[in-house]
């Protein structure tokens, strides 16, 4: 199997559940990672000093990562080469019911040459063959240790605010122990829905359990490995900030949660059959109720006993307590950095240093916060912006090219008052109107003719040009091409003297608009 490089949350779940005196075996299990793999990353936390009381900030986990993951990966066997090469054809004899000692002698046939504990290796691992179906009888966890969820279809209600018919559906959390149980009606079956049900739920219960055994649903679980399930990033995220810990069931394969499977139909058929409501909060209020007054107070067909009753003076004690803040639901997601040090994220721009450019980035968005992520490093954090915002760092742009980018008026006239003192009254003069950034070219062009000319000649032309009142950088450059070969004068004290103006090509002279009384011409 090729080697999985951890991400920031199964690194951060392996140290906190090593945190939690768990042993290796149990990491590994409720990770789903391979014990030398967990011993590696635990290793890593004790070579780096992490005590159990050590927070697990984001720096500390990357260090531990890089710890782990810092070496070449290794190269795949000869024989996985091969393999991979004729994947397509063995998962496809696989499906016709083929048994693999024939496929090893059909690969045989063909002239593939490997041996059958290399095929059997890749086809368990990189095909999923053989799962093994066994059937246990499972004992029920200790109180407060575990709660299974599943998601149910419930039929079609009217719903007033989009003016439409949807389908209903319930999140139902069942605890193993006292089979006492919640409903929480929703049209959707988001992450964040999800997280929505789960918080009432706690409120519900007044405490929140240890374990939970979800389905797979892609909300909660990515992919649908039977063997690896990993929770995708905003679940993982919810259940480390609540303290809980997952264990997920295995697809179709409903006894893994079966105390919930059993309570659908009590759900559909004692709940949700002949009741009309008009709003979902409606619904909710109701499916409340009824959990606690009806389906909490029934003496349960397994256990013979009243679960509320068994909640309340078994269960409740050995909980978790009910978190007291909401939970603000992040968002993952991955974008690219642009040339112009910028990532689009919701519709909104944020700025990442320059050593990033080009790299795909990991951004988590919340109601503040939008942090990056490039690995498991945290390399920048913004305040969250509204559609069309923009949030830039002037730091990030290479030193000098912030100017350009923020289109400060007020740096660019700093700039040039460094230059001389009438070059930053010439540029004051231009920069000066209703809207100073449509000149801010001018002003780059006079400061690119003291680069040029020299801060000298540019501050006596600017003096000279301010005395007629002519505020073009156009003329300016014009004047200094006339007086190149000129250098400026100055007086006995050592000051500038203003350079002439040339005279314009067609200017006339005072007699030409001088009036004369027609009578005395005819004199």
Request: charged share 25%; net charge positive.
């Amino acid at each position: 199997m090729a080697y999985r490089e951890l991400t920031m949350i199964d690194v951060r779940e392996v140290l906190r559940r090593w945190q939690s005196r768990q042993s290796i075996k149990s990491i590994a299990r409720g990770t789903r990672l391979d014990r030398k793999t967990v011993r590696r990353y635990v290793a890593a936390a004790e070579a780096l000093g992490i005590e159990p009381t050590t927070e697990l900030t984001d720096g500390v986990v990357h260090g531990v990562a890089q710890h782990v993951q810092s070496r070449p990966e290794p190269a795949p066997s000869e024989a996985r080469k091969t393999l991979a090469l004729h994947g397509p054809r063995i998962t496809q004899w696989l499906d016709e019911g083929l048994h693999l000692s024939r496929v090893h002698a059909l690969l045989a046939r063909d002239g593939v040459e490997v041996t059958y504990p290399s095929l059997r290796r890749f086809a368990v691992r990189e095909l999923a063959w053989g799962k093994r179906r066994a059937t246990v009888l499972l004992n029920d966890p200790p109180a407060g240790q575990e709660a299974q969820i599943d998601f149910a279809e419930m039929g079609r209600v009217h719903d007033p605010d989009s003016d439409r018919a949807r389908r209903l559906w319930v999140l139902i959390i069942t605890l193993s122990f006292s089979r006492h149980m919640f409903v929480w009606p929703t049209f959707s079956q988001t992450t964040a829905s999800i997280i929505e049900g789960l918080e009432a739920a706690w409120r519900f219960f007044g405490a929140m359990p240890r374990t939970l055994v979800p389905d797979n649903p892609t909300t909660m679980i990515v992919g649908t490995d039977p063997t690896c399930p990993r929770l995708n990033d905003v679940f993982g995220e919810y259940v480390q900030a609540r303290g809980i810990f997952v264990d997920p069931a295995r697809v179709a394969h409903p006894r893994d949660k079966a105390r919930v499977e059993r309570q659908v139909q009590y759900v559909r058929g004692g709940w949700f059959a002949g009741e009309s409501r008009e709003r979902l909060v409606d619904w909710r209020s109701c499916a409340q109720s009824w959990c606690y007054d009806v389906a909490g107070t029934r003496v349960h067909g397994t256990t013979r006993k009243v679960p509320r009753e068994v909640f309340e003076e078994s269960e409740r004690a050995a909980m978790l307590p009910a978190p007291t803040e909401p939970f603000d639901v992040p968002s993952w997601v991955e974008a690219k950095v642009h040339p112009d040090h910028h990532i689009q994220v919701a519709r909104a721009l944020y700025s990442v240093p320059t050593a990033h450019l080009g790299k795909r980035v990991r951004v988590r968005l919340d109601s503040k916060l939008v942090r990056i992520y490039v690995g498991t490093e945290l390399v920048k954090m913004h305040p969250r912006q509204a559609h069309g915002g923009r949030s830039t760092d002037a730091s990030d742009y290479p030193v000098g090219k912030s100017v350009y980018a923020l289109r400060s008026v007020d740096a660019l006239l700093d700039r040039a008052r460094q230059r001389g003192h009438h070059i930053g009254i010439y540029a004051e003069r231009m920069l000066g109107g209703p809207l100073p950034w449509t000149q801010m070219r001018a002003a780059y062009a006079l400061l690119a003719l003291c680069d040029k000319y020299g801060d000298g000649r540019v501050e006596a032309v600017c003096q000279s040009a301010l005395s007629f009142d002519v505020i073009d950088v156009r003329r300016i450059g014009r004047m200094l091409k006339l007086a190149i070969s000129k250098p400026p004068r100055g007086d006995a004290g050592g000051n500038v003297v203003q350079l002439p103006l040339p005279t314009p090509r067609f200017a006339r002279g005072e007699d030409h608009f001088r009036t004369v009384d027609k009578k005395e011409e005819t004199r």
